[in-house]
């Protein structure tokens, strides 16, 4: 299970590190989707490795990785 969560880790960061990518070509609303994935990330590797309290950070950490995938998403919804 632990093989799982780890692949499913890097595949968020590929998916952040995708989103910086587009967002240096002229997205910039992607940062919003990168950072929502980095903190994804984060909290995940918090759970297999804790190396720090990132329990204490968490509700804001989710709260604002949600409203910047907002912000991404409405970017992506006005591109047209």
């Known amino acids: 299970m632990?093989?799982?969560q780890l692949l499913s880790i890097a595949?968020?960061?590929v998916i952040?590190?995708?989103a910086i990518i587009s967002a240096l070509k002229g997205r910039?609303?992607?940062f919003g989707l990168a950072f929502t994935f980095i903190v994804y990330v984060?909290?995940?590797?918090?759970?297999?490795?804790p190396f720090g309290t990132i329990e204490d950070?968490?509700?804001v950490?989710?709260?604002?990785?949600?409203?910047?995938a907002l912000w991404s998403v409405w970017g992506?919804?006005?591109?047209k």
Do not use: N, P
Not at 61 to 68: K, V, Y
Not at 76 to 79: R, S, V
């Open 2 to 4: 632990e093989k799982l």
């Open 11 to 13: 595949i968020e960061l």
């Open 16 to 18: 952040g590190i995708v």
């Open 28 to 30: 910039r609303y992607m």
């Open 42 to 49: 984060v909290y995940d590797l918090s759970k297999i490795y």
């Open 57 to 59: 950070y968490a509700s």
């Open 61 to 68: 950490l989710f709260f604002l990785a949600t409203i910047s």
């Open 76 to 79: 992506i919804y006005k591109q």
